[in-house]
């Protein structure tokens, strides 16, 4: 497909639908593709990793036409970014949120930097899919269909998956990180987790702890790549 010229990469040239609404009555918005959905890409469900969001948006500017096959979401936490916090205007961490069978009520924790105890407490909702982000992040999987989800975090420097996939291995070797099975540490009611539970493979994309010239350079061809592929074949 034709892509834009590097002049035109100030502003995104395609319009959004609106999924849904945040904690605070913002519109959860989503760039859809072209024809069927193969894969929906979605950064910024944690409000304290904004590289993930800016580095999808930098390959989205590349679009002069909506992706043929995949679907976009730059915000999953749009109260989060704005505030900058981890977890949602209520201060959920909405990737413990999902209703897997490994959600817990208990508050969870997590680290202020790397090098951090992980002691700054969040909580996982009231109960499993109490959050309007996640309530309408699964309205719209069903919606769309797709056949994978990657989602953006940082700064684990990983590809993560359960059950590796030709996507997966594709994804690690473009980017040169490490392809795992598990971040190390439990994840209850994560949207890998839920993922698993209800056959949508789901990659967890985790950027490393690098500069914003660093994630362009390394990591917005790999995703240009993805959303502007005219077939999946290959990493099916």
Not at 12 to 32: F, K, M, N
Not at 126 to 141: D, F, K, Q, V
Not at 218 to 223: E, G, N, Y
């Amino acid at each position: 497909m034709h892509l834009r010229a590097r002049h035109d990469w100030g502003a995104i040239a395609l319009e959004p639908d609106t999924y849904g609404e945040s904690a605070e009555g913002l519109p959860l918005r989503v760039w859809r593709p072209g024809g069927d959905c193969e894969l929906l890409l979605f950064a910024g469900i944690h409000g304290e990793e904004p590289e993930t969001t800016v580095v999808l948006s930098r390959a989205l500017r590349h679009l002069s036409d909506p992706s043929p096959h995949c679907a976009v979401i730059l915000a999953a936490n749009p109260d989060g970014l704005l505030r900058g916090t981890r977890g949602n205007a209520r201060g959920v961490d909405l990737n413990r949120n999902f209703p897997a069978s490994n959600w817990r009520p208990d508050p969870i924790t997590h680290r202020s930097t790397l090098d951090d105890p992980s002691d700054v407490v969040l909580q996982p909702g009231p109960h499993a899919g109490s959050e309007p982000e996640t309530r309408a992040l699964l309205a719209l999987i069903d919606d769309l269909g797709p056949r994978a989800v990657i989602a953006l975090h940082a700064p684990l420097a990983c590809v993560d998956e359960a059950d590796e996939t030709p996507l997966g291995r594709w994804l690690a070797e473009r980017t040169g990180m490490p392809h795992v099975r598990d971040v190390g540490y439990p994840t209850p009611g994560s949207f890998g987790s839920w993922g698993g539970e209800n056959d949508v493979p789901v990659i967890t994309y985790e950027l490393p702890l690098a500069s914003m010239d660093d994630h362009v350079r390394d990591h917005v061809p790999a995703l240009v790549e993805l959303i502007s592929a005219r077939s999946f074949d290959a990493w099916r």
